[in-house]
């Protein structure tokens, strides 16, 4: 078997790694409730959130503990 090494012109890992990085970066520093918050406003105004708000919603989750 001859496996010939494919030269791409994207690397999805390294995109992703940065990517993470800067939300990290955003984030790092913030509560966990201005952290919710961060990730809500990027739901509500990402390029799929008319789709998201389409969904039907879910039951919120109650926390036992």
Do not use: H
């Not at 496996?3 to 690397?11: A, N, S, V």
């Not at 800067?22 to 409730?33: A, G, N, P, Q, V």
Request: proline fraction near 6%.
């Amino acid at each position: 078997m001859n496996l010939q090494p494919i030269e791409k012109e994207f690397d999805c890992l390294a995109y992703k790694r940065e990517v993470q990085l800067k939300i990290y970066e955003r984030i790092k520093d913030l509560s966990i409730e201005e952290e919710v918050a961060y990730f809500q406003q990027a739901v509500d105004s990402g390029p799929f959130a008319e789709w998201w708000k389409s969904l039907p919603q879910a039951a919120p989750v109650v926390s036992t503990s």
